[in-house]
DNA sequence: TTGTCGTATAGATATTTGTCAATATAATAG
DNA sequence: CTATTATATTGACAAATATCTATACGACAA
């Protein structure tokens, strides 16, 4: 996983409304329409969200019949937790 | 820390030249001179993702004589970590 | 086949964004 | 005062983006 695959999942975490999604999917798996209830945009801009945040590969997409059902990414995101918890974090008041 | 300011954080985060000079400052304290020796941008736009990086607060700058030396905010850094470790992610393998 | 339902794609448009050159600001030195 | 140095701001512009309406696609039902 380099830098710019970050971004990209940064990105895709830097839209408020694609936030909302990630925020909803953290409980758990959701149907397009289950997401698409709780936003106040069309069926067209949920959907080009969605494929944003799967081409980033933080959220996944399992077709289920007429229903597509959303996931995070489980795996990359314990990842992206990992790399930002490696940082070098000094206590602010000593060198 | 509402989802908002989240976004913020992800929005500034998700630039690649932002990535890499917080990529950067994980290394430490830089000064905005150094920061811009290791990128092919003009010091205007440096200074331009350096505000953006601050007023997300992830970047705090520090002024230090004629040198702003920028450092990352570790606090908020580690409250974003919390709050993504905070997800409630299965095993892929069953429900 | 025709209709319905959930989702995706195409095309248009207004807004946002990243970048630059030019200039300003603030602090210091002489 | 003037000159220098590090950084910030302004204004412009091309590129990217979020959103919509209209339409297409795929799976199933009758």
Same mark, same amino acid.
């Given at each position: 996983?380099? %830098?710019? &695959?970050? *971004?990209?999942?940064? $990105? *895709?975490?830097?839209? #408020?409304?694609?936030?909302?999604?990630?925020?909803?999917?953290? !409980?758990?798996?959701?149907? @397009?329409?289950?997401?698409? &209830?709780?936003?106040?945009? %069309?069926?067209? %801009?949920?959907?080009?969200?969605?494929?944003?945040? =799967?081409? =980033? !590969?933080?959220?996944? @997409?399992? $077709?289920?019949? $007429?229903?597509?059902?959303?996931?995070?990414?489980? *795996?990359?995101?314990?990842?992206?937790? @990992?790399?930002?918890?490696?940082? $070098? =974090?000094?206590?602010? %008041? #000593?060198?």
């Amino acid at each position: 996983m380099d %830098t710019c &695959e970050y *971004a990209k999942i940064f $990105k *895709a975490l830097g839209d #408020e409304t694609r936030l909302k999604i990630f925020e909803m999917l953290r !409980g758990g798996e959701l149907c @397009a329409c289950k997401i698409l &209830e709780n936003l106040n945009i %069309t069926q067209p %801009t949920l959907s080009h969200h969605m494929k944003i945040l =799967c081409e =980033c !590969g933080i959220v996944m @997409a399992r $077709k289920d019949w $007429k229903w597509t059902h959303y996931s995070l990414n489980c *795996a990359l995101l314990s990842g992206l937790i @990992a790399h930002l918890g490696d940082t $070098k =974090c000094r206590r602010n %008041t #000593e060198e």
